[in-house]
Nanobody, 118 residues
Framework: QVQLVESGGGVVQPGGSLRLSCAAS????????MGWYRQAPGKQRELVAS???????NYADSVKGRCTISRDSARVTVTLQMYSLKPEDTAVYYCNIRSIYPKTIDYWGQGTQVTVSS
């Protein structure tokens, strides 16, 4: 069973930057998307950013201009660089990789806490 391992979370002051990384423990075939979601206390999990096969990238309106996602399908890694962080960015961030072989499978990381506070 392939696992996703995240790193890079922590506590940062408002206006600061943080880089989240995610790596798979093994190979994953037929990846259609790689991305990051987050879940704040009392809220539903939401998409932060995703990189779709073919090069398209999607960002939540709340993070546009403040985040950059990058992926390496061959190494099965995905990173999220966040800038100008705000207190409302505080959440647990989850890495997600979707594969369509042998069937549609969503792989999830265990989550990494990001806290933006002065």
């Amino acid at each position: 069973q392939v696992q996703l391992v995240e790193s890079g979370g922590g506590v940062v002051q408002p206006g600061g930057s943080l880089r989240l990384s995610c790596a798979a423990s093994g190979s994953i075939l037929s990846i259609t998307s790689m991305g990051w979601y987050r879940q704040a206390p009392g809220k539903q999990r939401e998409l932060v950013a995703s990189a779709i096969a073919g090069g398209r990238e999607n960002y939540a309106d709340s993070v546009k201009g403040r985040c950059t996602i990058s992926r390496d399908s061959a190494r099965v890694t995905v990173t999220l660089q966040m800038y100008s962080l705000k207190p409302e960015d505080t959440a647990v961030y989850y890495c997600n990789i979707r594969s369509i072989y042998p069937k549609t499978i969503d792989y999830w990381g265990q989550g990494t806490q990001v806290t933006v506070s002065s």
